[in-house]
Nanobody, 126 residues
Framework: QVMLQESGPGLVKPSQTLSLTCTVS??????????WIWIRKPPGKGLEWMGG???????FYSTSLKSRTSISRDTSKNQFSLQLTSVTSEDTAMYYC??????????????????WGQGTRVTVSS
């Protein structure tokens, strides 16, 4: 089975960069038909799709976060990462990595998340 595990600092200071890594096992991040996604949930709010990376390395981002977000990968480690710059308290959330299906014909993620990491809590505070 596919397993995903988020890792990174649980506390980030305002104005700094949030950096998280998702380690994937049981499946390759370069495998066709899938994409790898970051989603977060602030306290008291719903899930927010942040962006992701496809099997060929193509990245895509939420419009609202694009200016501050960068998603990358290390295929040798079967990992993909999230960087969110200039963080504020509004970025405090549970952060999840998840696997999505990839629509080959439309060349876009599907929005069907079959495997999730357990999530990691990130607090932005001084």
């Amino acid at each position: 089975q596919v397993m995903l595990q988020e890792s990174g600092p649980g506390l980030v200071k305002p104005s700094q960069t949030l950096s998280l890594t998702c380690t994937v096992s049981g499946g390759s991040i370069t495998a066709e038909h899938y994409a790898w996604i970051w989603i977060r949930k602030p306290p008291g709010k719903g899930l927010e799709w942040m962006g992701g990376i496809a099997s060929d390395g193509t990245t895509f981002y939420s419009t609202s976060l694009k200016s501050r977000t960068s998603i990358s990968r290390d295929t040798s480690k079967n990992q993909f990462s999230l960087q969110l710059t200039s963080v504020t308290s509004e970025d405090t959330a549970m952060y999840y990595c998840t696997r999505d299906r990839w629509h080959e014909v439309e060349n876009a993620p599907v929005g069907r998340y079959d495997y999730w990491g357990q999530g990691t809590r990130v607090t932005v505070s001084s």
